[in-house]
């Protein structure tokens, strides 16, 4: 790797915990982003003579905040700037300001700032949005690429959520920038897990033309799971959700044929799926596993961690998967969890017995397409062709992606 | 004589890493890795899983005291390790207080191996 992209990579690890303190000082996501930048740019100016100093962060949110401040100076004042050596010279500083920052510190900035991007007057959507902006530091090109749409309407998507969240600062309900107690920490620990968990889903959701794009939101969600079990590393949900992350993961290069058609999880080539992925993932699982204290990441990582283990489809412990089902019912209700249920009753029992899982489900899932597809597709083994096809023909109506669509074509086609 | 090198480096910055960039890595030490082997110089190595993965067993106390994360005490200095074939982490945390018995105090951190590499070489 050469200098320019060593210190790339220095500038990304650091951007979180450097772009949360700078929003600690000045309570403005454009203002903290914009000191950001500046700080970067006088890095790669000045590390390559000097080296990186030994704690990045510290370094850039110095340098940023002293930049930011002489700017609303001037713009206050019209004062003259002072001299540029007085700015670069920061040797000393440098070790003081480090000296300041405890991890806690860290800690609490990085919560808060992910936490900003969970604020609940956004909708889902503008809350990734917004975390892969300021938390990851995508460009707004990359992230409506990822969200398919165009970059202005992206950039009009980020301006309405940060809007949206200064007006909430200002008024009741706001942003509080205090550190949590534990309490509320506990609370927003969650909102943070869901919000990376949606984060994984748009990638990990996209299918045929549009993985290569999203699959890097895929990494992105892994990364930030990563980083916030370094800060709370004894929370077991945060290990079942970033195993979670990681096993599904795993199985990407086996997901999609090469013109993209899904390739169920029967049929993947395991060979494929990534072993060192899988190891982390089943390690991450067996420490939250220690602690007793089960929850919907850690029983859905344990469903996907039974999958990982079975070398071949006809080696998977579907008894087992159908108690974690039932266990995930009871913890988070919903029939979604039950129609998920239903795949494995149909392996341990039998079409019939799935169907009559499935058929009541109708009148809440009338409008979610896997219930149509299921629906069919168990039809189907029981010969009830008309029926079947109905069935195909809803859930081909519902068909998100090109790839779900030509998925249920490939059905209709083997019954006619 | 077999000399131990342990690797160290600044985890937030190797887990920025893009796959590229990672694999760009790995290509590289494979060559060194493949040169070494020839030489009959590779002994066994091992990459590491991140230390979010790791279990630190702290002996100093009984029963042992089992903590989340990595070993971080810089007090006290590597003075050896194992590469254990366990089914389980269960399985190594129960090999780890055995040897805590014949060997009290101080800590064995337990973390997953990523790539292990027998090499083939002798002492």
Redesign the interface.
């Known amino acids: 790797m050469d200098a320019a992209r060593r210190i790339g990579a220095v500038l990304a690890a650091a951007r979180p915990q450097a772009l949360a303190a700078l929003l600690r000082y000045f309570r403005d996501l454009d203002l903290a982003e914009e000191a950001f930048q500046e700080a970067c740019l006088r890095a790669l100016k000045s590390w390559p003579q000097n080296g990186p100093p030994r704690d990045p962060a510290a370094w850039l949110i110095f340098v940023g905040r002293n930049v930011a401040l002489d700017g609303v100076r001037r713009q206050a004042k019209q004062t003259a700037l002072p001299p540029e050596d007085v700015l670069s010279d920061t040797g000393d500083a440098e070790a003081e300001a480090a000296a300041r920052l405890d991890g806690a510190h860290y800690r609490d900035d990085v919560l808060r700032l992910l936490f900003i991007c969970c604020h609940p007057e956004l909708p889902a959507t503008q809350q990734v949005a917004l975390a892969l902006r300021i938390v990851s530091g995508l460009s707004v090109g990359q992230i409506a690429r990822a969200f398919v749409v165009s970059e202005a309407a992206m950039e009009q998507r980020l301006t309405r959520a940060k809007a949206r969240i200064a007006r909430a600062q200002a008024g009741e309900g706001g942003v509080p920038f205090e550190p949590p107690g534990p309490v509320e920490r506990a609370e927003r620990l969650g909102a943070v897990a869901a919000m990376l968990y949606l984060v994984f889903n748009e990638g990990y959701s996209a299918a045929g033309d549009a993985t290569a794009a999203r699959d890097p939101l895929c990494e992105e969600a892994i990364r930030l799971a990563r980083l916030l079990l370094r800060l709370f590393p004894s929370e077991p949900e945060i290990m079942g959700l970033t195993a979670l992350m990681l096993l599904q993961h795993a199985r990407a290069p086996a997901r999609f044929t090469a013109d993209g058609t899904v390739i169920l999880l029967e049929n993947q080539n395991r060979a494929l799926w990534n072993r060192a992925m899988i190891g982390e993932g089943l390690a991450l699982l067996d420490k939250a596993m220690r602690h007793r204290r089960p929850g919907a990441y850690q029983v859905q990582a344990a469903i996907a961690a039974l999958h990982a283990r079975a070398a071949t489809a006809e080696d998977t412990d579907w008894a087992q998967i159908d108690l974690l089902y039932g266990t995930l019912e009871i913890m988070t209700p919903s029939p979604v969890v039950t129609l998920n249920r239903a795949v494995a009753i149909s392996k341990l029992r039998g079409p019939e017995a799935a169907l009559a899982m499935v058929e009541p489900l109708g009148e809440r899932l009338s409008d979610y397409f896997h219930y149509h597809g299921l629906r069919g597709a168990l039809l189907m083994q029981l010969g009830r062709k008309a029926e079947a096809r109905a069935g195909f023909m809803a859930a081909i109506s519902l068909a998100t992606t090109p790839a779900e669509a030509a998925h249920i074509r490939s059905h209709l086609d083997a019954l006619a | 004589m077999f000399y131990a090198l342990l690797c160290y480096h600044?985890e937030?910055?190797v887990?920025?890493?893009?796959?590229e960039?990672d694999d760009?890595?790995m290509t590289r030490l494979g060559v060194v890795h493949e040169r070494l082997a020839a030489a009959g110089k590779l002994g066994p190595a091992a990459r590491l899983?991140?230390?979010?993965?790791a279990?630190t067993l702290r002996k100093d106390q009984d029963p042992p005291l089992?903590?989340?994360?990595p070993f971080a005490e810089t007090k006290e200095q590597l003075l050896g390790f194992y590469v254990l074939d366990c089914e389980?982490?269960?399985e190594a945390l129960d090999i780890a207080r055995q040897l805590g018995v014949a060997n009290p105090g101080g800590c064995y951190e337990v973390r997953?191996v990523?790539?292990f590499l027998d090499g083939g070489a002798r002492a």
């Open positions: 600044r937030d910055v887990c920025g890493w893009t796959k960039e760009a890595v899983l991140p230390t979010t993965a279990t089992i903590l989340d994360g389980n982490l269960e997953p990523g790539l």
